[in-house]
């Protein structure tokens, strides 16, 4: 019989809610907290610049019993995603299991000797601790803000410009009339520099290190979701584990491969014009593949070629009076800097002893399925698998989580399996795929449908494929057929 259990959910966004959703549903007293006022993480209003939207068709960005509403554009903008998140919590009646503005300032294993962690936790002015037998942190990858500055920038503040996080562009009557420069061109940094030049700018440039492969929504008229996710192409890339014959495999088809991507390249090259905006990546789009993939924002080339949009590769060097000095020896205006440089990793309420057990030396991740450490006992994440379909991927790994807390998964690993492929994919992410050491480790693109396979066997999944061959190889992820493949995982409910 498995024993009910008090369980701790930090973070209110995609994955907190998918998992308070299923140790809920096993019958665990779920309690989540949620430092800001509301639901969403990411999402929150609050939290999103002007004109943010999925880097995911809707089909791919959903839950498996909560399908977005048909009036939604494919790629929906970031109020309705908050929308959407919302109408799963109210659906599922999470909102009962979370208190809000309620911050965890740290964690320890609890002192009576029993297991789980005692939770230091602070709402408003009151701070208390509280026991769990197990703790589901929530907060994925982009919770706390990567905070950085430049020689200079005091003065240049103090004479009247702005330096803030792209997190906090919230208004986009900041940038008119302005002269905007934008460190990082991820995909936030060029939806930035977009609404700036949309907005009345003065000049917008951005800034970057280094030309990265981008993947506009429809290449060549193809939408990408009909490329870059498909089991087909998948089976293209240097997954981990690979057995002689699959190695076989890779070695007889690799000239196809070669041409494949080789062509992919040369239709995203024609198309967006990267040759002419020396845009052009040094490394081959299939090594390079991975949650930093970014997502063409719609009118990013077109500003470049209308002159109101200037690309510059380098970084700032140190803030001057009416402008930013930059590495290349090129001197900016600049009224407002925004600095698109991403978010710390890591879980900064974990004692450091523990940190290092959980990350290593080099910044990789030690940890199983993406979902647990054997060295941090009674703990697991849920959103350490980015993807490109993160919603499904949370949905998956709460539902592996709960299961592998109660020792109901078809497959219980041995602390000897655990630590056996964590070495093994720590040396295939630093050896043979370069790549994937990007967040940490944590990120399963492009190989969803591998991933995915993993976490279903791992639960006993009766089925974790569609019926049909062509489609399940050539279609992308199907959330209602996941829905489905779920359905067919032993139940069980703690009592």
Same mark, same amino acid.
């Given at each position: 019989? +498995?024993?009910?259990?008090?369980?701790?959910?930090?973070?209110?966004?995609?994955?907190?809610?998918?998992?308070?959703?299923?140790?809920?549903?096993?019958?665990?007293?779920?309690?989540?907290?949620?430092?800001?006022?509301?639901?969403?993480?990411?999402?929150?209003?609050?939290?999103?610049?002007?004109?943010?939207?999925?880097?995911?068709?809707?089909?791919?960005?959903?839950?498996?019993?909560?399908?977005?509403?048909?009036?939604?554009?494919?790629?929906?903008?970031?109020? *309705?995603?908050?929308?959407?998140?919302?109408?799963?919590?109210?659906?599922?009646?999470?909102?009962?299991?979370?208190?809000?503005?309620?911050?965890?300032?740290?964690?320890?294993?609890?002192?009576?000797?029993?297991?789980?962690?005692?939770?230091?936790?602070?709402?408003?002015?009151?701070?208390?601790?509280?026991?769990?037998?197990?703790?589901?942190?929530?907060?994925?990858?982009?919770?706390?803000?990567?905070?950085?500055?430049?020689?200079?920038?005091?003065?240049?503040?103090?004479?009247?410009?702005?330096?803030?996080?792209?997190?906090?562009?919230?208004?986009?009557?900041?940038?008119?009339?302005?002269?905007?420069?934008?460190?990082?061109?991820?995909?936030?940094?060029?939806?930035?520099?977009?609404?700036?030049?949309?907005?009345?700018?003065?000049?917008?440039?951005?800034?970057?290190?280094?030309? +990265?492969?981008?993947?506009?929504?429809?290449?060549?008229?193809?939408?990408?979701?009909?490329?870059?996710?498909?089991?087909? *192409?998948?089976?293209?890339?240097?997954?981990?584990?690979?057995?002689?014959?699959?190695?076989?495999?890779?070695? /007889?088809?690799?000239?196809?491969?070669?041409?494949?991507?080789?062509?992919?390249?040369?239709?995203?090259?024609?198309?967006?014009?990267?040759?002419?905006?020396?845009?052009?990546?040094?490394?081959?789009?299939?090594?390079?593949?991975?949650?930093?993939?970014?997502?063409?924002?719609?009118?990013?080339?077109?500003?470049?070629?209308?002159?109101?949009?200037?690309?510059?590769?380098?970084?700032?060097?140190?803030?001057?009076?009416?402008?930013?000095?930059?590495?290349?020896?090129?001197?900016?205006?600049?009224?407002?800097?925004?600095?698109?440089?991403?978010?710390?990793?890591? /879980?900064?309420?974990?004692?450091?002893?523990?940190?290092?057990?959980?990350?290593?030396?080099?910044? *990789?991740?030690?940890?199983?399925?993406?979902?647990?450490?054997?060295?941090?006992?009674?703990?697991?994440?849920?959103?350490?698998?980015?993807?490109?379909?993160? /919603?499904?991927?949370?949905?998956?790994?709460?539902?592996?989580?709960?299961?592998?807390?109660?020792? *109901?998964?078809?497959?219980?690993?041995?602390?000897?399996?655990?630590?056996?492929?964590?070495?093994?994919?720590?040396?295939?992410?630093?050896?043979?795929?370069?790549?994937?050491?990007?967040?940490?480790?944590?990120?399963?693109?492009?190989?969803?449908?591998?991933?995915?396979?993993?976490?279903?066997?791992?639960?006993?999944?009766?089925?974790?494929?569609?019926?049909?061959?062509?489609?399940?190889?050539?279609?992308?992820?199907?959330?209602?057929?996941?829905?489905?493949?779920?359905?067919?995982?032993?139940?069980?409910?703690?009592?």
């Amino acid at each position: 019989m +498995v024993k009910r259990k008090k369980v701790a959910v930090i973070g209110g966004g995609v994955s907190g809610l998918a998992a308070a959703k299923a140790f809920d549903e096993k019958g665990h007293r779920v309690c989540g907290f949620e430092r800001s006022h509301d639901f969403g993480g990411v999402w929150e209003l609050s939290r999103s610049y002007p004109g943010v939207q999925t880097q995911s068709p809707k089909e791919l960005y959903r839950f498996t019993d909560h399908p977005m509403p048909k009036d939604y554009p494919e790629w929906p903008k970031g109020p *309705q995603v908050h929308a959407y998140l919302h109408s799963y919590a109210e659906k599922h009646d999470l909102r009962r299991l979370f208190r809000l503005n309620t911050e965890v300032l740290s964690m320890d294993r609890r002192s009576d000797g029993a297991p789980g962690w005692t939770l230091t936790l602070r709402a408003g002015e009151i701070t208390w601790q509280e026991d769990f037998d197990f703790v589901a942190v929530c907060t994925g990858q982009f919770s706390e803000k990567n905070v950085i500055s430049h020689p200079g920038q005091e003065a240049f503040v103090a004479a009247g410009g702005q330096v803030m996080h792209s997190s906090d562009y919230t208004d986009p009557e900041l940038a008119r009339d302005k002269h905007v420069v934008v460190l990082g061109a991820s995909k936030s940094g060029t939806d930035i520099a977009v609404n700036a030049a949309r907005n009345g700018a003065k000049s917008v440039h951005i800034v970057y290190r280094q030309n +990265v492969w981008r993947l506009p929504y429809f290449v060549g008229g193809i939408n990408f979701k009909r490329l870059l996710y498909m089991r087909a *192409q998948e089976m293209q890339f240097n997954g981990w584990g690979r057995g002689p014959v699959a190695r076989t495999v890779a070695a /007889v088809t690799r000239p196809l491969v070669w041409a494949n991507f080789r062509g992919l390249e040369t239709l995203i090259k024609l198309q967006l014009g990267l040759k002419k905006h020396n845009m052009v990546p040094d490394t081959p789009i299939e090594r390079e593949a991975s949650c930093s993939l970014p997502i063409v924002t719609p009118g990013f080339f077109e500003f470049m070629n209308e002159g109101k949009i200037t690309p510059v590769i380098g970084t700032f060097e140190a803030y001057e009076k009416d402008g930013v000095r930059l590495t290349t020896g090129e001197k900016v205006p600049c009224d407002i800097a925004v600095l698109a440089v991403g978010w710390k990793l890591g /879980v900064p309420y974990l004692p450091q002893a523990y940190r290092d057990k959980l990350i290593e030396a080099d910044g *990789q991740y030690r940890i199983y399925r993406l979902a647990i450490n054997p060295d941090l006992p009674d703990m697991g994440f849920v959103g350490f698998n980015s993807s490109f379909c993160t /919603v499904l991927s949370a949905e998956l790994m709460a539902n592996w989580l709960v299961r592998y807390m109660d020792g *109901q998964l078809a497959h219980q690993p041995t602390r000897e399996e655990i630590d056996r492929d964590i070495e093994a994919n720590l040396e295939w992410r630093r050896t043979e795929r370069p790549a994937a050491q990007v967040y940490g480790g944590l990120c399963s693109a492009p190989f969803h449908y591998r991933h995915f396979d993993e976490l279903m066997r791992d639960m006993g999944a009766q089925q974790w494929k569609r019926s049909n061959p062509v489609v399940e190889m050539f279609s992308y992820p199907d959330a209602t057929a996941y829905g489905r493949f779920l359905s067919t995982v032993p139940d069980y409910r703690a009592a």
